[in-house]
Structure formats: C-alpha cells, structure tokens
C-alpha cells in the first residue's frame, strides 16, 4: 500500500520570501502524485500533477513541483510567496495503470502561513 | 457545470441520531469516494464507489453506510451518530483512470453533541 509523509505540519513564511513544502511518499509500485491545495472553509482544489515525463512540474498560481524517483519526494515550491498563499496544502498518491488504483492516499497536510 | 454538489453544509445532531449526507456529480464520473477530514489527519478515506452498484470499504467505514444507485448520486450515511464523528466531510469523484486525481464538494461541517 501507498502511503505519504508530509515533512512540516506548518510553515510560516514571509510576503515575497520562497518556500518548499516536502513531501515524501512510499510505494512499490509506480504512482502518480498530485498536491491539493485547501483555503480556509473550502475544499480542494488541485494545484498540479505528476503523472510521467518531466519531473518538474508547473501547476497554478505560480507553484511547481519536483519528482524525485531515487529519494521517493515530491516536493512543492514557489519563489515568491503572497498573503493569499496562505492555506493548507495536501500532498497525496494514488498508483498509476489499471486494476484498484481508486484510492487516493493523503499527507496530514501543512499549514502554509504567510504573514507580511 | 456544477461538477460535485454536497448538501447540507452544515449539520449539528445529537448523539443516536442518523442522517445522510448527499453527493451528487454531473460529470459522469465512475469514480466517487467519502473523505473525512480531522485536524492534524489529513483526509481519510471512509468508503467508495468504482461504478452504479459497487461499493467497498475504505480505512475509516466503521459507523457509516454508502450505496450507489445511480452514476450521479453516491449518499453517506451515519446510523447513530457520535461525538467522534464530528468532522468535516468531503465527497469526491474522478474518471476511469487516477491521472486526473479527483473533484472534490465543498464539504459538509457536521457537528454531534
């Protein structure tokens, strides 16, 4: 079974400085890895996938994200942070190709705090 | 296109009572799942559905019950609610294949005293 591992329950970061959100995931089998994004009283919204190719990925509002195979990561960063950044983000796995690849397995999610 | 509507948003019962939360997608969906959301948690899955009549455990189903009559609708239910299940509940749908990851509602806020 899948599982992920979100490395800082919060971040508190300030306007216009950069951060990277770590997420590490466990499978024996190949995945494909998704970051959510949460803004207070909503659900999520997706902010970027990896599925197969390019390990850097670009998702919305400015975010991207590296796949590293041999560590097992998916880390999130942005290069400048703004006050609406400010929510909880979700790294999750589910396993790519066919057969009982329904459940997406989540991170406990980190608390993204941009203050000015 | 409305894509995944969960209703009520809010929700307070007293312990014992039951209740059913609703869930409707209008993307033709085959995938829908329930996730509970728990401070600190992160989401947990509670129980899914891979089509019209297929239904299966998640990791967290006990207490609760789904079916799946139709393509769009996929309700949960809580038998005799508990204190620990106060939660937020997020419904959540996606195609065939996991590559798009899932829609998710907006989430039912629900409350047992």
């Known amino acids: 079974a899948q599982s992920v591992t979100q490395l800082d329950s919060q971040v508190p970061v300030f306007e216009e400085a950069p951060v990277e959100l770590r997420c590490n995931y466990s499978s024996s089998v190949s995945v494909y890895l998704f970051w959510y994004v949460q803004y207070p009283n909503q659900g999520l919204q997706l902010l970027l996938k990896?599925?197969?190719?390019?390990?850097l990925v670009k998702g919305i509002n400015g975010f991207e994200a590296e796949f590293n195979k041999s560590q097992t990561s998916f880390h999130l960063r942005k290069p400048s942070v703004h006050i609406s950044d400010t929510a909880e983000y979700f790294c999750?796995?589910?396993?790519?190709?066919?057969?009982?690849?329904?459940?997406?397995?989540f991170g406990k999610g980190t608390l993204l705090t941009v203050n000015p | 296109n409305a894509g995944v509507t969960q209703t009520p948003e809010f929700q307070v019962l007293k312990t014992g009572q039951s209740m059913t939360l609703q869930c409707a997608q209008d993307m033709n969906h085959e995938y829908m799942s329930w996730y509970r959301q728990d401070p600190g948690m992160g989401l947990r899955l509670i129980h899914y559905?891979?089509?019209?009549?297929?239904?299966d455990q998640g990791e967290v189903p006990n207490g609760y019950n789904v079916s799946r009559s139709t393509t769009e609708d996929f309700p949960l239910r809580l038998l005799s609610a508990a204190p620990s299940q106060t939660s937020v509940y997020f419904c959540?749908?996606?195609?065939?294949?996991?590559?798009?990851?899932?829609?998710f509602g907006s989430g039912t806020r629900l409350t047992v005293v």
């Open positions: 990896y599925l197969s190719g390019s390990t």
């Open positions: 999750a796995v589910t396993l790519s190709g066919g057969g009982s690849n329904y459940k997406l397995t």
């Open positions: 959540a749908s996606r195609t065939g294949t996991g590559a798009h990851g899932y829609t």
């Open positions: 559905s891979v089509g019209a009549g297929i239904t």
